[in-house]
C-alpha cells in the first residue's frame, strides 16, 4: 500500500518539481502525493482522511500558516508526522514549529535528495508507529480471546457438571423403580406360573432389560465424555467370553430364524492381557445390532490373528442385513445417529451403541472400521493389539474365590431404604439367598442409628437418598460418632447413582461396599457373604 504524503505549500510549482522528481514511485504505487495551497485547505483533508502518514508543510503561507496548521493538528489529534519548510535564516520560526509537534525540518530553496531523506526518516517513523498500534491492538485481541476462552471453559465446566448432576438424578430417578420392577420379576419367575403368566412376565422382564441398557449407554457416554472411564488389562479366556456373546444372543437369532455362527481361529490363543467386559460390551453391541437389522440369512462373528503389519487380534460382526447406504456411513458411529427416521421407528434404540462401541475400541487402542452395502449387508471390523496370556487366568483367580464364599445362617440385617416396594423385593430376596436369616427395616438414616443403637447387626445395608439424613451422613454419623464396636459395622450403600462420583462419595463416607440398583442377586450375595465374613 502506498505511502501517503500532504504537501502544503502556495507555490503551485512545487507540485510540479515532486511530480517529476518521485514519479516512478507514483508509478510504482510506492507513494501518493496530496497537494494543498494552505493550512486550511491541509487541515480539512486531515479531518476527511485518516490514510495520511506524513505532512510537509511551508510555515509562510495566507489563510492559514504553517505554525498555526501545526497546532491544529495537535489539537485534533490528528496522527500524521509532520516535517516543516523554511528559509534557512528563518531558524525562530523553525524552533517555534519543532517546539509545537514537528518532526524535522527542511530548508529552501528545497534540496529534493534531502526531501527524499527527510520523508524517509519520516515515513520510517510513522510505520514503527504502526507496528506499535498493531502490536498494541493484537495484544488487546489476545487478552480479549484469553478473557473468552476462560469464559467458554467456566461455562462448559459449568455445563459439564450441571450434566453430571443430571445424569445422576436420573439414574437415581429411573433406577429406584426399575429395581423393584426388575426384582419384583425375579421373585415372580421363581414362584408357580402357567404358560401366560411367564408369556407376561418374560415380556416385563425383557422390556425392563432394554431399558435398563438404554440407562447405561447413557452413562457410559458420559463417562467416556468426561474421561472418567477407565480400561482394565488383565488375564482372562477370550474363546470363552466370545463364547459367551454366541450363547447370550443365541436365543434372539433363532427368534427371527438366523444362523448364528462363531468362527474363533485356530491359530489363536484362548488366553490374552485386555479387558475382558468391555470387548464383550463390543461384541454384543455390534452382534444384536447385526441381529437387529438382518430379517433373513446369517450373522457371523469372526475372530482370527491380524496381519503380521497390524499385529494383535482382529474382529468381525458379518451380517446379511439390510446395510447402510454410502452416504450415511460417515454418520453412523455418531451419537444418538441412526440412519434414518424410519431406522428409528421400526427398530427402536437410541443410537448410542455404535458410538459407545468405537470408543470403547479407541480407548483399548484400536480402530473399528464398517464395510456395508445397502441391502446386501455389513461388516464391522475392529482390531486390537492384544497379548498372548498365561493358560492361568486372572478371571479363574476370581471364580476360585467366589466358589468359596458360603453364607452364615442366622445373619441380622439392618436396611436402610425408604421407598415401600425396594423394601418388599430386597426383603424378599434375601430371605431366599441367605438361610436363617432376620431382617430389620428402617426408613432412614436416624432410624437406623437408632436401631444401631438398641441392636445388634451384621450388616447394614444403606440407600443414598432417604428423607430427614441420607446415606451419607447416617454412615458418617456411625463412624464418627458411635462408640466401638458399632462403629465398625460393616455397611453396603444400596444406590441407584453408578457415576463414578457419587460412588467415591460412599467409599469416603466409610461405606465398605456398595451394589447398585437394579441389584444383580449373585452380585448382592457375593458382597453380603464378603462383608459379613470378615465381620465375624
Known amino acids: 500500500m502506498a505511502s501517503r504524503i500532504l504537501v502544503v505549500d502556495d507555490e503551485a510549482d512545487l507540485e510540479l518539481l515532486i511530480r517529476q522528481r518521485f514519479r516512478s514511485r507514483i508509478k510504482s504505487e510506492e507513494l501518493d502525493f496530496v497537494f494543498a495551497r494552505n493550512g486550511e485547505e491541509a487541515l480539512n483533508k486531515l479531518k476527511n482522511d485518516s490514510t495520511i502518514d506524513l505532512v510537509i508543510t511551508d510555515i509562510n503561507m495566507p489563510v492559514m500558516d504553517g505554525l498555526t496548521l501545526l497546532r491544529r493538528i495537535k489539537e485534533e489529534n490528528i496522527q500524521s508526522k509532520a516535517v516543516v519548510i523554511s528559509a534557512y535564516g528563518d531558524m525562530d520560526n523553525i524552533r517555534k514549529a519543532m517546539n509545537s509537534g514537528a518532526f524535522d525540518f527542511i530548508t529552501k530553496p528545497i534540496d529534493m535528495t534531502d526531501l527524499d531523506t527527510t520523508m524517509y526518516k519520516g515515513l520510517s517513523e510513522v510505520e514503527v508507529i504502526k507496528q506499535g498500534i498493531r502490536a498494541k491492538e493484537d495484544l488487546k485481541h489476545t487478552l480479549i480471546e484469553k478473557e473468552v476462552a476462560v469464559l467458554e471453559k467456566e461455562k462448559a465446566e459449568e455445563s459439564k457438571r450441571l450434566k453430571q448432576q443430571f445424569l445422576a438424578n436420573m439414574s437415581h430417578e429411573i433406577r429406584t423403580p426399575m429395581n423393584a420392577i426388575i426384582g419384583t420379576v425375579n421373585l415372580l419367575e421363581k414362584s408357580q406360573l402357567d404358560g401366560k403368566q411367564n408369556k407376561y412376565i418374560n415380556i416385563i422382564k425383557t422390556s425392563a432389560d432394554n431399558l435398563l441398557v438404554i440407562i447405561n449407554d447413557i452413562l457410559d457416554i458420559s463417562k467416556i465424555e468426561s474421561g472418567k472411564f477407565t480400561i482394565e488389562k488383565i488375564n482372562f479366556n477370550l474363546k470363552e467370553k466370545v463364547m459367551h456373546v454366541y450363547e447370550s444372543l443365541k436365543v434372539k437369532s433363532e427368534e427371527k430364524g438366523l444362523e448364528l455362527n462363531i468362527v474363533y481361529s485356530p491359530s489363536l490363543s484362548e488366553f490374552y492381557k485386555g479387558d475382558p467386559v468391555r470387548i464383550t460390551q463390543v461384541l454384543i453391541n455390534l452382534t444384536g445390532n447385526a441381529i437387529k437389522f438382518t430379517d433373513k440369512g446369517s450373522v457371523t462373528i469372526d475372530v482370527k490373528q491380524c496381519s503380521e503389519k497390524e499385529g494383535g487380534v482382529c474382529f468381525s460382526v458379518i451380517d446379511t442385513g439390510i446395510g447402510i447406504a454410502e452416504d450415511k456411513m460417515k454418520f453412523i458411529f455418531e451419537s444418538f445417529t441412526q440412519e434414518s427416521s424410519d431406522t428409528t421407528r421400526k427398530f427402536g434404540g437410541t443410537g448410542l451403541g455404535l458410538t ?39 478371571e479363574n483367580k476370581t471364580d476360585s474365590g467366589k466358589k468359596e464364599l458360603k453364607a452364615r445362617p442366622g445373619l441380622r440385617i439392618l436396611l436402610a431404604e425408604d421407598n415401600k416396594f425396594n423394601q418388599m423385593v430386597a426383603e424378599d430376596t434375601l430371605n431366599t439367598l441367605l438361610p436363617e436369616l432376620t431382617m430389620v427395616m428402617v426408613e432412614n438414616g436416624k432410624e437406623a442409628i437408632a436401631k444401631l ?8 445395608i444403606m440407600d443414598i437418598h432417604m428423607p430427614e439424613m441420607d446415606g451419607y451422613e447416617a454412615t458418617q454419623f456411625i463412624r464418627t460418632q458411635l462408640p466401638s464396636p458399632l462403629n465398625g459395622v460393616p455397611i453396603m450403600a444400596m444406590t441407584a447413582n453408578v457415576i463414578a462420583e457419587e460412588i467415591d462419595k460412599c467409599f469416603v463416607a466409610g461405606m465398605n461396599a456398595y451394589v447398585s440398583k437394579p441389584f444383580n442377586q449373585d452380585d448382592l450375595l457375593r458382597k453380603i457373604i464378603a462383608l459379613t465374613q470378615a465381620s465375624h
Do not use: R, Y
Open 453 to 460: 443403637k438398641s441392636e445388634k447387626f451384621d450388616l447394614v
Open 356 to 394: 459407545i462401541s468405537k470408543q470403547l475400541v479407541e480407548l483399548m487402542g484400536g480402530e473399528l472400521k464398517l464395510k456395508s452395502q445397502q441391502g446386501k449387508g455389513s461388516v464391522f471390523m475392529f482390531t486390537l493389539p492384544m497379548e498372548v496370556a498365561t493358560a492361568c487366568t486372572d
